[in-house]
Structures are given as C-alpha cells and as structure tokens.
DNA sequence: CCAATAATAGAAATAACATTCCCCAAAGCT
DNA sequence: AGCTTTGGGGAATGTTATTTCTATTATTGG
C-alpha cells in the first residue's frame, strides 16, 4: 500500500479484475484456470476486493439506443454567482436527474461539465429548460451534441 | 415495437432492468419479489433481455481511486485535415489505448471528444505526447482537467 | 358466445456455482 | 532449527440458475 487508499495488486490480481472489468458472471472456476490458480484462493482474492471496495459493485450495462436514448450531449455551465448556495442548488439537481450521468467540475472558464442522455433532442431541450434555465443561478449552458460514440468502456486502464 | 431497434417495455420489465443497473447479482428470486412476478417468469424476462442484446454486457465496476488512478481528463482533439486517413489512424489509436474511456465525435469547432484516466498528471501528458503529438495528423488537443467527480453513473434513465 | 390455440405464469426438479472449512507448503522472523 | 504468517489445494455444503412440466390467462376463428 502506497498510501492510504490505493492497494497494491500483483500480477494475478491485475488479471482477475483484467477478467471481471470485461464480465462479471464468469464462474471463480474459470477464472482460476486463466489466471493459474485454483478456485478456492481465487474465490478468497475476489472476495477480498469486494470487501475492501475495490469492487465497488457489479451492473448490467444496457445498450442505450435498444431502449431508446438515442442521444449523448455534453454541456457545459457556468453559474452566475459560484456561491455556496448556488452550487448545492445546482448539485442537488445533478444529484437528482437521472439523465445527468456524469458531472465534473473542470478547469477552466467554466464550473461544470455534464453528459447527458435523452430520448431526442426535443427531450433535451425541455429537461435543459425545465431543470436549469428557469432557474435565476445559471448564467450559460452550452451544449455540444455527440454525432457518433466511438469508444464507451467501463474497464478502467490496470 | 417503435421502430426496427427500440423495444416496448412494460412496467414490469422497467422495474427489473432498473434493480439490474443497480446490481446485477441480486437473485432472480429477489428480484421477482420485488416487482410481483414468481422466480420463472421472471428468470425468462431477463434472458429475453440478454439475448436482445437489450442487457449488452454485466461488469464488475472497480473504484479508479483504490487502483491509483487519480486523474480524470477532458481532451478535445482537432485533427491536421480531416481526411479518411487521419481519421482511421486517429480512431485506430482510440481503441487501442485503454487510458481512452470515452471518444465521440461532436458538434461545434472540434473533431473529437474524449475521456482519459491516467494515474497522474505526468503519465496523462507523456500519454498525449506519446501518442497524438509527436503524430503529424493532430492538429491540437486541449485539455480539461476534473477537479471533483460529482457523479459518474451507468444506469440509463428508464 | 364458445371452443381452440397461443402466450405467459407458477411449481418442482436438476445442474451449476459460490462459499466455507480444513489441511498443507513455502517464506519470513526470532 | 522452530515458530508464525501467508497463500494455495481439495472436498463438503448451501445457494442460485436453469430446465422441465403444468396451470392459467388472453386471443382468434367459427
């Protein structure tokens, strides 16, 4: 352990969660035989980093355009006074709508950076209008429309 | 069936998907409970939705922090001329380096949109550098760096 | 309106898998 | 060398997924 939070990982583990980033129902067993271990320390291994948090959970992913969320916007906003009050208002918006699934606040001259799912455009448009520009606290929301989604992966780079 | 790719769900299905977002190792038995169906039927419902493609893969979701990657980076990319060949030379790298999360194409003055995780700022810049700028197709790459991650999430709004 | 048929739900049996327990070997320490 | 800690192997056990079969509910043609 390198400092407090980040956990040393050998060879093998790299693999197995390498393994578990791509699939999650492969059966201890099978990923044993690949990593050259048997199940038992393996099933230990991985329970290990399920309790340390390092598996944070297991998910389905599902394909966006099957259930009809054609559309990816990336938007960028500004508030107009960055108080306090005005970003835990903000915050709590993103917080709560489910079509932000992602937020940062970024360098540069704007506060955050969201990306967004919707139906359509016109789906879009109302949840922009209806969730930030009646709102008094924002002062721009630019957005910029994704034409074509050339790499999306969850498995994070071991 | 809206048209050829979106697929009618009911309720039902809108409660089941939305628990295996969430958690994709609940029972089938519990999640059966839950939305008012017995184990059977329930079970048939979700391989339905795997077979559909509807549930495109399940994943172990792994904490970037607890495996030492601090940085989130925002890179806009404008290619030199955008010709086929760049593009494919571009896109060839884009799925080659696993640092890359995230690539899309959008609206406005720049080519590409992309997510890139790194350990540190240094292996962020020897990555750009390495790959894209000693290239002669890029023509510049701007870099927003993630200061606070306030929400990153994979279910999709139902 | 009724019977025939297809679609969907439920119950029970089986197979696959995860989880636990106990034992063993190798590496580090006194 | 003897002791302790760490990590692996094998088999028993419990849980869950999967299959098969049966019952119920819609749907359609007469």
């Known amino acids: 352990m390198v400092n407090g939070i980040v956990i040393d990982l050998d060879p093998i583990d790299i693999k197995i969660l390498s393994l578990l980033q791509k699939d999650s129902t492969l059966p201890t067993a099978d990923i044993a035989e690949r990593v050259g271990l048997s199940q038992s ?16 959970k297991e998910v389905c992913l599902l ?14 906003v500004t508030l107009l006074r960055h108080s306090e009050e005005n970003a835990r208002q903000f915050e709590a918006i993103v917080a709560r709508r489910p079509e932000i699934m992602e937020c940062y606040t970024v360098t540069g001259d704007r506060d955050y950076l969201l990306r967004i799912v919707a139906k359509d455009i016109e789906a879009y448009d109302r949840m922009i209008t209806d969730q930030f520009l ?11 429309f994704a034409l074509r989604s050339l790499k999306y992966t969850t498995e994070l780079p071991l």
């Open 134 to 144: 009646h709102l008094s606290i924002i002062q721009s929301v630019s957005s910029r």
């Open 41 to 56: 320390p393996c099933w230990r291994r991985i329970k290990r980093f399920r309790d340390e948090g390092l598996i944070r």
């Open 63 to 76: 394909d966006p355009k099957i259930v009809g969320l054609g559309v990816t916007v990336f938007a960028t």
